[in-house]
């Protein structure tokens, strides 16, 4: 490895990485208060509603979801695997295991795709469709962006931008992951898993 190589960040005096650790908390802090108006949209249709979901809704099949949850599992232990590597200046591990996290989560993205072509109800349907597809779109909107931001942090894992003292935005990236992990296992419940018995 050229060790000449330093980190953009340890070049500028200002930089302070835990202002930027504490700026991804913030932003995932407000992520958070998105995801919960979400939820509260979902359970205030579920009150005034009465049946929720409407009786003419057919459950949809929780397979393509079940395997995406062991998707994201995987892909949250290789991005845990690769921000424990960096900070042991372990490069051998750090850029595949940061690699395999990207290309899982490319497959997220892809499964849940197919997962919204094979729906027997759309968000026209009526507002069960509509709470149920916003829900799913903005998880998996933000599945993409953290997927693009794990390319940036992978293009200059690439160049050799990080070490061990030089890693915020590899910690960054992995709190964002984690945020979109825990999120999914509430929507999956929410959705597919907590179905009145009929």
Not at 130 to 139: I, N, V
Not at 149 to 155: K, R
Request: aromatic share 16%; hydrophobic share 60%; charged share 10%.
């Amino acid at each position: 490895m050229n060790t000449t190589k330093l980190s953009v960040q340890s070049t500028d005096p200002r930089f302070n990485p835990r202002k930027g650790v504490a700026g991804a908390f913030v932003f995932i802090l407000s992520e958070t208060m998105f995801f919960l108006g979400l939820f509260f949209m979902w359970n205030f249709y579920a009150v005034v509603q009465g049946a929720w979901p409407p009786l003419s809704i057919a459950r949809p099949s929780p397979i393509l979801p079940i395997i995406n949850s062991g998707v994201m599992v995987v892909s949250v232990i290789a991005i845990a695997v690769s921000s424990r590597a960096i900070a042991h200046d372990n490069r051998r591990v750090f850029v595949p295991a940061l690699a395999v996290a990207c290309m899982l989560g490319l497959l997220f993205a892809a499964i849940q795709i197919v997962e919204f072509s094979r729906l027997s109800f759309g968000p026209g349907s009526n507002n069960f469709g509509s709470a149920f597809f916003f829900l799913l779109f903005f998880h998996v909107a933000r599945v993409l962006a953290g997927v693009i931001f794990m390319m940036i942090v992978l293009v200059r894992a690439l160049i050799g931008q990080f070490s061990s003292q030089h890693r915020a935005a590899v910690t960054a990236c992995a709190m964002y992951w984690y945020f979109i992990a825990g999120v999914w296992y509430i929507v999956f419940y929410t959705l597919y898993l907590a179905w009145p018995t009929r």
